[in-house]
């Protein structure tokens, strides 16, 4: 089944149900979003982004939600599949860092989902 | 297609070891940045380089050096290990500069512990 809450490390769902990784970020400056799927053992792996002019944005299977007023994300994930089993982090950006070259990309802490059989 | 690689996969480094840390991409990137990982949180940038030749400072740079001389190759720099370096460090190339509308590639990662 589906979870709301805010920081949860861990997400457990029944394999076929929707998931829904939450995603709280700081800064009100940041403009552009970006949801990565780490699988254990490997680096990040980009899913979507968003920009901070759109409310809504989806790809396959995947859907991202962006509540600019309370500074809140969210991931969706439809028909959850066991190769869905990951570490998903939002990422935000804002202001470059010193040299004005790099995003300043800042990542969350991540949510764990875990998929039940 | 190799994409990003990273050597070695896993380092045990004693306290005032140096070592270097290997990544090199074949996707002929510009740029190309070392992240490190801590456990349970997110990455956090270390050094970033927008061509042979650049580079530049992340959010943590402070214990690390990194060199550009190859448009394939950035090399992370450990001189003085210490025990707040244990890390799992990732290399990215994006074929645009920064992370807005473009895909970053990530290596599998080096777990480094220093003791």
């Known amino acids: 089944g589906e979870n709301v809450g805010l920081h949860l490390p861990t997400l457990s769902v029944q394999e076929g149900d929707n998931s829904i990784i939450n995603c709280a970020y700081s800064?009100?400056?940041?403009?552009?979003f970006i949801w990565y799927k780490q699988e254990s053992g490997k680096g990040p792996q980009f899913i979507i982004d968003?920009?901070?002019?759109?409310d809504k944005r989806q790809g396959q299977r995947v859907t991202v939600l962006l509540n600019k007023t309370v500074k809140h994300l969210s991931l969706q994930i439809a028909a959850t599949q066991p190769g869905d089993s990951a570490v998903y982090f939002c990422a935000e950006i804002s202001t470059p860092y010193s040299g004005g070259g790099a995003d300043g990309l800042t990542f969350g802490k991540g949510t764990h989902l875990i998929i039940q059989p | 297609n190799a994409g990003v690689t990273q050597t070695p996969k896993f380092r045990i480094l004693k306290i005032g070891q140096s070592m270097t840390l290997q990544c090199t991409q074949d996707?002929?990137?510009?740029?190309m940045y070392w992240y490190r990982q801590d456990p349970g949180m997110g990455l956090k940038l270390i050094y970033y380089s927008v061509g042979a030749g650049i580079t530049d400072k992340g959010e943590v740079p402070n214990g690390y050096n990194v060199s550009r001389s190859t448009t394939e190759d950035f090399p992370l720099r450990l001189e003085l290990a210490a025990p707040s370096q244990t890390s799992v460090y990732f290399c990215?190339?994006?074929?645009?500069?920064?992370?807005?509308?473009?895909?970053?590639?990530f290596g599998q990662g080096t777990r480094l512990t220093v003791v």
């Open positions: 800064n009100s400056a940041s403009d552009y």
């Open positions: 990215a190339s994006t074929h645009r500069l920064g992370h807005r509308g473009t895909e970053a590639f």
């Open positions: 996707m002929n990137h510009n740029y």
């Open positions: 968003i920009r901070s002019n759109m």
